[in-house]
């Protein structure tokens, strides 16, 4: 038997959302992302994350296709989309709510806002990666104080991850390289984080909160739907903008929960404008197409974006 270990060809992707037109940041992505691909003789993947279908249109996908093709950019294998990609989510979200990992929230934003009794009054709300940590509300309300596995899951409801239950599960699962400490271990190779996330099981669980994992009216979130399609395409390098940073903690935990694989992750340094504000998809003015439009030429994108 050969010993040889068998070596994972490093496969990368770019995962746009249809919902506005590609700007400076989204190009350095996804040039970074192929480039870096191309580098190892690795596969680049193209994913549309069109979960959102109320904002998702298929003109933006024809136009985020038209800009990557004009960028250079070719990706190994057919596009992955989220929308075809629903029963996987369904899946995950059976397995994790007869494990008592999920619990269905009415919740409003403005039911947050009170029970945060924020901003009006002022209160100093914890700021996780997204957004204000839920109070937990809902938590106990539901279920009839049963575990939520002995009633069917509800698909009219959103379903928030009972986070600190999630990071006891975990316990066993971490990969860390400090003995006997808690820690969600991932490998970082960008400029900004070098390391991991280190942290207590109760201050990670307490800086995140109960995150939704299934929208009411997506029947999956971001979150759930990135690290599944990553798993799904065999991603080994994940390079997005350090805006999703945070995030990862997030993904990675999700990762030993499912039982999925945590690739290698690189955020890179963000685009910004003359202010010094990262971009944002509303920020025509900075849309690849206008550049296109005005003789820009992939070389000047590449040297605007630092990547010459
Ligand atoms: N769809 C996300 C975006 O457009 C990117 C997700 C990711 O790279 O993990 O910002």
Same mark, same amino acid.
């Given at each position: ?80 989309? /989220?929308?075809d ?36 009054e ?98 999956t ?5 990135v ?5 799904? /395409? ?25 039982g ?14 003359d202010?010094g ?32």
């Open positions: 038997m050969a010993c040889r270990p068998e070596l994972t060809r490093f496969t990368t992707r770019f995962a746009p959302s249809p919902t506005g037109p590609l700007h400076l940041g989204h190009a350095c992505s996804a040039l970074l992302s192929h480039d870096m691909a191309r580098a190892h003789g690795g596969r680049f993947l193209l994913r549309i994350e069109d979960i959102d279908q109320n904002r998702s249109k298929p003109e933006w996908e024809r136009q985020l296709i038209a800009d990557l093709h004009w960028l250079g950019i070719h990706w190994d294998s057919e596009p992955m989309r /989220q929308s990609r629903m029963p996987a989510y369904a899946t995950a979200l059976d397995d994790l709510w007869s494990g008592n990992l999920l619990y269905p929230c009415t919740c409003t934003r403005r039911d947050i806002d009170l029970a945060l009794g924020a901003p009006q002022g209160v100093a709300v914890s700021e996780g990666p997204d957004g204000p940590v839920y109070p937990g509300t809902c938590r106990e309300r539901h279920c009839g104080g049963l575990p939520c596995s002995m009633s069917p899951r509800p698909k009219d409801m959103h379903l928030r991850l009972a986070m600190a239950q999630a990071a006891m599960l975990c316990d066993h699962c971490v990969l860390s390289p400090r003995q006997g400490e808690w820690g969600l271990w991932f490998t970082e190779t960008g400029p900004a984080h070098a390391g991991a996330v280190f942290t207590s099981r109760e201050s990670y669980a307490a800086g995140i909160g109960d995150i939704i994992l299934a929208r009411r009216d997506f029947g979130s971001y979150h759930l739907s690290v599944l399609d990553d798993a799904a /395409q065999g991603i080994t390098h994940v390079i997005r903008g350090e805006d999703l940073f945070e995030a990862t903690r997030i993904h990675v935990l999700l990762q030993r929960l499912l999925l694989p945590t690739p290698v992750y690189h955020h890179h340094r963000l685009v910004r404008d202010q504000k990262r971009l944002a998809k509303r920020d025509d003015a900075r849309a690849l197409a206008k550049y296109r439009a005005e003789g820009a030429t992939p070389a000047d994108i590449r040297r605007m974006v630092g990547l010459s």
